[in-house]
Each structure stands twice: as C-alpha cells, then as structure tokens.
C-alpha cells in the first residue's frame, strides 16, 4: 500500500549512504508523484540487473573487467521490490538493462513480474540482441512492450572490431526472432564514432527503413577510462542529420517514447530516427528519470557522481519497503540541474564505466 506521508526523516540516518552527496535538499513529493527540486516529474527508471556482458564494446567497458562479486548485485528479488516501489510512487516506465541482462539467469521471472505492477504503463528492454533468438518469445509473452538492439555497425569484422568479442549474426537471427513474435517497435541504438562506424550511418538508417524499425544514433558519452580518444573520435548528431539527408528527406516530429532521443520521420517509412544527444543538445531541463545500478545504487543524474546506496536498506529491512520508498523520495533532493558533457574531454567527468551504470 502506498503511504505518501514517508519523508527522508522516516529513515535513519545510518541506512542512507551518498555516494557522495553535494546537496540535502528535499524535493516535493504529493499525489504519488516523485518531483525534483527543479519541478522536474520523475516517471521513468532505467534498472540495471547486472553488470555482467558478452561483449565487450570498447566504449562501453574495458577490455579487462573485473565483474561485481555475486553477494554485491541485487538479487532478482530486490529488483522487483525497486521497481516496485518506484512504481507505487508514479513511475509509469521501467527499462531493464544491464550489462546484458539476458545473461541474467531467470531474467523472465523478473520481467513477468514487473510487467504485471498495478500502475506501470510501459516496461522495456535494452539489448546487445545476442541472446534475442532464443529469448523473443518469451519476452513477448512476459509483458515486454518494446525492445532496443544496440548495433553500432552492419559489417562483421567492425563488429567484431568494436565489441571484441561479438558475432553479428547472432545479432540479426535475433532482430528477426524478435519481429517474428510480434515486436512492432523495435528500435536500434548506434553510437556514432568517427573513424569507426560514421560512414554507415546511411546504411544503417537504410536497414532500419527496410526493416520497418526505428533508429536512434547517440553521441557518445565520456563515462569511464576507455581505450580510444574522445576527441578523435566524437561524432555529432548535425554531422549525422547532413549527412542523412544526402539520401533521405528528415521531416521534425513531436514525437516522444518517453527518452532523450529527439526524433525525425522519414516519409513514407514507418521509421523514425532519433538522435540522442548529450554533448550538443543537453536534454537535462525534461530529464524525467533516475538509473539504479546492478549493485542498487540510484544515480539521479547519468552525467554526475552523486548516488544513493539502496542495497543496504534492502537488506536491512526485508519485508518493509517504507524506508525504501522514503530513501527514493529523498534521492530527488540530489538530482543535478544537468550534466556537462563535452567533446574536448579526454579525462572523463565521470569515472565508472556505462556498463557499471546500466547501458
């Protein structure tokens, strides 16, 4: 049962950690909603279920990760009670990501029970598509409404090239598994790297447009230490639009799923493509959701280092989610005006890497 009259007071102070905090100020919270100190509606989380990945996509992590000890991530159980509580208190979306989190042994189970939360409108899902073949159906049948496949290239060997480790057939037998049970709106995440993959933006967007799905292109984000050149390699989304439109006519549109992606249509397509940009767009004055990590920890801003440990409540208070609950109200108070991404920044502002973070 929800209880709005739960205040930050209502934990003790022992069973909060920021990680760390720059501020203590306490955001409005009436009618079941979530509300930052800048009016901002919180309705949307994206939940990290594991750190773990097949691939090892060189922007995304290093080459040599060391993996979270097992006693340190949130077990399947504790990702629903999140969900849960950010659910009862005017979340309408969840995203599951990971890593990969269908490498999460009884991923399904999760996903069956967060889809069936009395109140939640939309729950999706972000993959590497390496597990889709033998997963789409299921997913289908839990509840999940849409699915986004990262694919940064459509040629083999730079596949291989940028996530290490990748086969991008496997990749394609899973798009086609998933259109196969019935996902309509399917959507690619490419980054666009320079020198990398920014001559097949065309390509790729020609792919999406035969494949009646949806194409977003992101810049790339300066979280970790990882193993090429930032600057070398930053690509914009202007860049992409010019170069776009040597082969497409990019009509505005108003149209939103609920993210950062700013979109265009194609005429007479049925694909959108959006672009997702943090370094020359900053997106933060309607940010409208939080990240909890596979350890439980809940990052307000993606862009800044201020979180707040949600694991040791978890395990301190079993069977009563009050403190929990209260714990995300007062994780609002920390949600940064905005992050300052830049293209220049060889020495990334912040330091864990996107997979850590949940992709």
Excluded at 93 to 120: D, F, M
């Amino acid at each position: 049962m929800r209880n709005d009259s739960l205040t930050p007071a209502s934990v003790p102070d022992s069973a909060i950690a920021i990680l760390p905090a720059t501020s203590s100020a306490i955001s409005p919270h009436a009618d079941g909603t979530l509300v930052d100190k800048y009016g901002r509606h919180v309705t949307y989380i994206r939940l990290s279920i594991t750190d773990r990945c097949d691939f090892r996509c060189n922007y995304c992590m290093a080459e040599e990760m060391t993996f979270l000890p097992r006693a340190q991530v949130l077990t399947l159980e504790e990702c629903l009670r999140i969900a849960a509580s950010f659910v009862d208190l005017g979340v309408t979306k969840v995203r599951v990501t990971g890593g990969e989190p269908l490498v999460r042994q009884n991923v399904v189970w999760l996903l069956e029970k967060i889809a069936a939360l009395p109140g939640l409108k939309e729950l999706v899902i972000t993959t590497n598509g390496s597990q889709l073949d033998r997963f789409a159906p299921a997913l289908r049948a839990a509840g999940v409404k849409r699915i986004n496949v990262s694919l940064d290239t459509l040629r083999p060997d730079r596949f291989r090239a940028i996530t290490r480790v990748g086969d991008l057939g496997r990749v394609l037998r899973g798009l086609d598994a998933a259109q196969a049970a019935g996902f309509s709106r399917l959507k690619l995440n490419t980054v666009m790297m320079r020198g990398s993959n920014d001559d097949e933006l065309i390509e790729l967007a020609q792919f999406a447009v035969d494949r009646g799905i949806d194409i977003a292109f992101i810049e790339e984000m300066p979280l970790g230490e990882i193993g090429h050149g930032r600057q070398s390699s930053y690509f914009s989304s202007e860049e992409a639009i010019a170069r776009l439109e040597q082969r497409f006519v990019l009509l505005p549109s108003t149209e939103s799923t609920g993210g950062p992606a700013r979109y265009w249509r194609i005429p007479g397509t049925a694909t959108r493509v959006g672009f997702i940009s943090p370094h020359s767009h900053n997106f933060c004055e309607s940010c409208n959701r939080v990240r909890i990590t596979a350890r439980g920890e809940l990052y307000p801003c993606l862009g800044n280092n201020d979180a707040l440990a949600l694991l040791p409540l978890l395990r301190a208070h079993p069977i009563d989610d009050r403190p929990l609950r209260a714990a995300i109200v007062h994780s609002m108070g920390i949600k940064a005006k905005g992050h300052e991404f830049s293209s220049q920044m060889e020495v990334p502002q912040v330091v864990r890497f996107m997979s850590m973070t949940g992709g």
